[in-house]
């Protein structure tokens, strides 16, 4: 076995690889940008080697660099993780240059799957089902058209070097092509240096399922049954579950007899993924091939009880799989969430920002985190927002339902905006309990998920006001004449025997705002609150310790966890978050900034193309700037027509979110 390995990435996946390898008695060298200096992966690794600026293109994605450290530090073999170098068969090959072993495929079998009209053509001849669609060369737009209007609408646009969702575009009819070809065209060139595009029938309901399988050097091969990965943003997922509902065990049988087929067609070695989209009458078809370890590895893990870093590791030293096809069984239902700094209230836009708190639920037998991060941390542009999975598994579907759902209403992050309470939304909808799965099932259930609070308790304004009231508390110097903070003799809250005392609060919560009536009373010597708000009334008390609420509301106890950045607060309860302050009541109104321009970045990220020059006119729904951030591009559009008049940004600038980007007017009807 190896003594010493490099992992040539960053974040959650090097996280995971370390745990294996220090079971195993491998000693892990991990590598780091000058964001990730102080990340919980470069903690974790026997050693790290700093590896460049915090661009990718600098750090991760320097090949060369990265086979430097291997050999300064003698590492025996590298594992890529996913994504950066993973599927970079010029990367494998220099490995093998060097006599450092790969942790994945050969270089050939890489190539292979790399480009994906290529592999749809090996496929073909291997016999794999495949959707009707174009993947040759000619990529004259008039000619791709007419491969459109021959597989007939709808059709899928896509990168033939893609992944991620990008260079993907849905086109609904003839009208809608050029622009989706240039679109889809301009996004690949800018993710994989390559635009070359393949048109495919697009299936109106399919499902997203993929088959792990594995492979050794002695002509071995199986696969451990599959995962549904239907539900997804931007055409990537954000909740998976293994094994899928409603697939019977012959269905099971030959997609996965199919996939071991795609595998053996490129002489395939190591952990592989191949991915199906299943209609509605149970045809599968081929769609592409992940030749790596898949992020949603974990509930495969799972539900089969084998650790399949492990097994990477065992493949790679030419070792035989751990076991045969008849050996392999599904154990239980397990699902995983992928926690994301993103809005999903702004078309699911990335965030930055500190993780003033990061409180995740206890791991178990039944509940899983897979992270790379800490409290404290910052979640950077450089790179994919996400914090980390949340996976858990139970004897059945439905208990598994209930671990997902409980746990993220105990996952409590503040500093960023994340998916978290969306997730919650989602996987406790009927829809998704009663498996009506597809991947369309977001925009689908959009009525539903994208609620900002629905049913929202009743109990939150009182509980957040409460807080508001205890906290004033606690900061009050006790006085001399008492050491007892909640005496009235304490307080300086005008309190005075034998008569009423009561002030008026203005809350601020999710950024509406609402007057609040307080009546103090004593019980016991005890401080109780009387609260009107809308019209209802709320007879309360309870204390604050280290950010859990212990509170008694009209009689009901509860406990939350309310975390505090700079006097904003959110409150975390049943699933639900309420962001929320005080306004001092002499405040008075605070009149609206007056602006004419609203073009806004709406997230830090990098300035990609300026499509107009100031003083050019443009129309209504025409694009004006390009920004990405996270491997995700957004499009600045013009509200209407009108005249750009000037710029306040360039090509390659690094913008912070609500920065203004343009000057613009409107032209007059």
Same mark, same amino acid.
């Given at each position: 076995?190896?003594?010493?390995?490099?992992?040539?990435?960053?974040?959650?996946?090097?996280?995971?690889?370390?745990?294996?390898?220090?079971?195993?008695?491998?000693?892990?060298?991990?590598?780091?940008?000058?964001?990730?200096?102080?990340?919980?992966?470069?903690? %974790?690794?026997?050693?790290?080697?700093?590896?460049?600026?915090?661009?990718?293109?600098?750090?991760?994605?320097?090949?060369?660099?990265?086979?430097?450290?291997?050999?300064?530090?003698?590492?025996?073999?590298?594992?890529?993780?996913?994504?950066?170098?993973?599927?970079?068969?010029?990367?494998?090959?220099? /490995?093998?240059?060097?006599?450092?072993?790969?942790?994945?495929?050969?270089?050939?079998?890489?190539?292979?799957?790399?480009?994906?009209?290529?592999?749809?053509?090996?496929?073909?001849?291997?016999?794999?089902?495949?959707?009707?669609?174009?993947?040759?060369?000619?990529?004259?737009?008039?000619?791709?058209?007419?491969?459109?209007?021959?597989?007939?609408?709808?059709?899928?646009?896509?990168?033939?070097?893609?992944?991620?969702?990008?260079?993907?575009?849905?086109?609904?009819?003839?009208?809608?092509?050029?622009?989706?070809?240039?679109?889809?065209?301009?996004?690949?060139?800018?993710?994989?240096?390559?635009?070359?595009?393949?048109?495919?029938?697009?299936?109106?309901?399919?499902?997203?399922?993929?088959?792990? #399988?594995?492979?050794?050097?002695?002509?071995?091969?199986?696969?451990?049954?599959?995962?549904? /990965?239907?539900?997804?943003?931007?055409?990537?997922? #954000?909740?998976?579950?293994?094994?899928?509902?409603?697939i019977s065990e012959k269905l099971r049988k030959n997609m996965g007899e199919a996939a071991?087929?795609?595998?053996?067609?490129?002489?395939?070695?190591?952990?592989?993924?191949?991915?199906?989209?299943?209609?509605?009458?149970?045809?599968?078809?081929? %769609?592409?091939?992940?030749?790596?370890?898949?992020?949603?590895?974990?509930?495969?893990?799972?539900?089969?009880?084998?650790?399949?870093?492990?097994?990477?590791?065992?493949?790679?030293?030419?070792?035989?799989?751990?076991?045969?096809?008849?050996?392999?069984?599904?154990?239980?239902?397990?699902?995983?969430?992928?926690?994301?700094?993103?809005?999903?209230?702004?078309?699911?836009?990335?965030? @930055?920002?500190?993780?003033?708190?990061?409180?995740?639920?206890?791991?178990?037998?039944?509940?899983?985190?897979?992270?790379?991060? /800490?409290?404290?941390?910052?979640v950077s542009v450089y790179y994919d927002p996400m914090i980390a999975k949340l996976i858990?598994?139970?004897?059945?579907?439905?208990?598994?339902?209930?671990?997902i759902t409980k746990a993220l209403t105990e996952y409590h992050i503040q500093g960023v905006? @994340?998916?978290?309470?969306?997730?919650?939304?989602?996987?406790?909808?009927?829809?998704?309990?009663?498996?009506?799965?597809?991947?369309?099932?977001?925009?689908?259930?959009?009525?539903?998920?994208?609620?900002?609070?629905?049913?929202?308790?009743?109990?939150?304004?009182?509980?957040?006001?409460?807080?508001?009231?205890?906290?004033?508390?606690?900061?009050?110097?006790?006085?001399?004449?008492?050491?007892?903070?909640?005496?009235?003799?304490?307080?300086?809250?005008?309190?005075?025997?034998?008569?009423?005392?009561?002030?008026? %609060?203005?809350?601020?919560?999710?950024?509406?705002?609402?007057?609040?009536?307080?009546?103090?009373?004593?019980?016991?010597?005890?401080?109780?609150?009387?609260?009107?708000?809308?019209?209802?009334?709320?007879?309360?008390?309870? @204390?604050?310790?280290?950010?859990?609420?212990?509170?008694?509301?009209?009689?009901?106890?509860?406990?939350?966890?309310?975390?505090?950045?700079?006097?904003?607060?959110?409150?975390?309860?049943?699933?639900?978050?309420?962001?929320?302050?005080?306004?001092?009541?002499?405040?008075?109104?605070?009149?609206?900034?007056?602006?004419?321009?609203?073009?806004?970045?709406?997230?830090?990220?990098?300035?990609?193309?300026?499509?107009?020059?100031?003083?050019?006119?443009?129309?209504?729904?025409?694009?004006?700037?390009?920004?990405?951030?996270?491997?995700?591009?957004?499009?600045?559009?013009?509200?209407?027509?009108?005249?750009?008049?000037?710029?306040?940004?360039?090509?390659?600038?690094?913008?912070?979110?609500?920065?203004?980007?343009?000057?613009?007017?409107?032209?007059?009807?």
């Amino acid at each position: 076995m190896f003594n010493k390995i490099l992992i040539a990435n960053r974040g959650e996946v090097s996280c995971r690889i370390i745990k294996t390898a220090r079971k195993m008695g491998i000693l892990t060298v991990a590598i780091y940008s000058d964001a990730d200096e102080n990340s919980l992966h470069v903690k %974790m690794a026997d050693e790290a080697v700093y590896i460049g600026a915090s661009p990718s293109k600098e750090s991760y994605l320097q090949g060369e660099r990265i086979i430097q450290a291997a050999l300064n530090v003698q590492a025996d073999a590298i594992h890529p993780g996913y994504g950066f170098l993973s599927e970079n068969s010029d990367f494998a090959t220099l /490995c093998s240059k060097n006599k450092i072993t790969f942790i994945g495929p050969s270089p050939s079998a890489i190539q292979a799957m790399g480009s994906k009209s290529a592999a749809k053509r090996i496929m073909q001849q291997a016999k794999v089902p495949l959707i009707a669609g174009y993947h040759g060369s000619n990529q004259d737009p008039a000619h791709l058209k007419a491969q459109a209007e021959k597989i007939g609408y709808p059709v899928l646009l896509k990168a033939a070097a893609g992944g991620g969702g990008k260079g993907l575009r849905q086109v609904w009819n003839s009208d809608e092509f050029t622009d989706a070809l240039t679109a889809a065209k301009r996004e690949s060139l800018s993710s994989f240096n390559d635009d070359l595009m393949l048109v495919e029938k697009y299936l109106t309901q399919p499902r997203h399922i993929e088959i792990q #399988i594995f492979c050794d050097h002695h002509g071995n091969g199986v696969f451990l049954f599959e995962r549904d /990965c239907s539900i997804q943003r931007r055409h990537q997922k #954000i909740v998976e579950e293994a094994p899928a509902t409603g697939i019977s065990e012959k269905l099971r049988k030959n997609m996965g007899e199919a996939a071991l087929k795609a595998a053996q067609a490129i002489d395939y070695v190591g952990a592989g993924t191949v991915e199906f989209l299943l209609d509605t009458d149970d045809q599968f078809y081929f %769609m592409e091939m992940n030749t790596r370890l898949q992020v949603e590895h974990p509930i495969t893990e799972m539900i089969t009880g084998q650790d399949l870093v492990a097994w990477q590791l065992r493949v790679a030293n030419n070792e035989v799989l751990p076991l045969t096809q008849n050996q392999l069984r599904i154990h239980g239902h397990a699902i995983e969430a992928r926690i994301y700094a993103e809005d999903p209230s702004n078309d699911f836009l990335p965030e @930055t920002g500190s993780l003033s708190l990061l409180q995740p639920p206890l791991a178990s037998k039944y509940v899983r985190l897979d992270t790379g991060v /800490c409290q404290g941390d910052e979640v950077s542009v450089y790179y994919d927002p996400m914090i980390a999975k949340l996976i858990v598994w139970d004897e059945s579907r439905d208990s598994a339902l209930q671990r997902i759902t409980k746990a993220l209403t105990e996952y409590h992050i503040q500093g960023v905006v @994340t998916n978290i309470h969306f997730l919650h939304r989602l996987t406790s909808s009927q829809e998704f309990k009663s498996a009506a799965i597809d991947t369309n099932f977001i925009q689908r259930n959009e009525s539903i998920l994208f609620l900002e609070m629905p049913e929202k308790p009743t109990v939150l304004y009182p509980l957040a006001v409460l807080f508001l009231l205890l906290d004033t508390l606690q900061s009050q110097p006790i006085r001399q004449e008492s050491q007892d903070r909640y005496s009235p003799w304490s307080q300086a809250t005008s309190w005075r025997n034998n008569a009423e005392h009561s002030k008026i %609060m203005i809350l601020i919560a999710n950024q509406l705002t609402t007057e609040v009536h307080v009546k103090y009373t004593q019980h016991n010597m005890r401080q109780r609150y009387i609260l009107t708000i809308a019209g209802n009334t709320y007879t309360c008390y309870g @204390t604050l310790a280290n950010r859990q609420l212990k509170a008694t509301i009209n009689g009901h106890k509860t406990t939350t966890t309310v975390a505090s950045d700079d006097n904003q607060h959110v409150m975390f309860y049943g699933g639900y978050s309420l962001y929320f302050n005080e306004q001092p009541i002499d405040l008075g109104e605070v009149s609206p900034t007056n602006t004419n321009d609203n073009f806004l970045a709406p997230m830090n990220g990098t300035i990609v193309t300026l499509f107009v020059k100031p003083g050019e006119p443009v129309n209504q729904g025409q694009t004006l700037v390009v920004m990405e951030a996270m491997k995700m591009v957004h499009n600045i559009k013009a509200p209407q027509a009108g005249i750009v008049k000037e710029f306040y940004c360039t090509a390659g600038d690094l913008v912070d979110d609500g920065t203004q980007l343009l000057s613009f007017v409107a032209t007059e009807n």
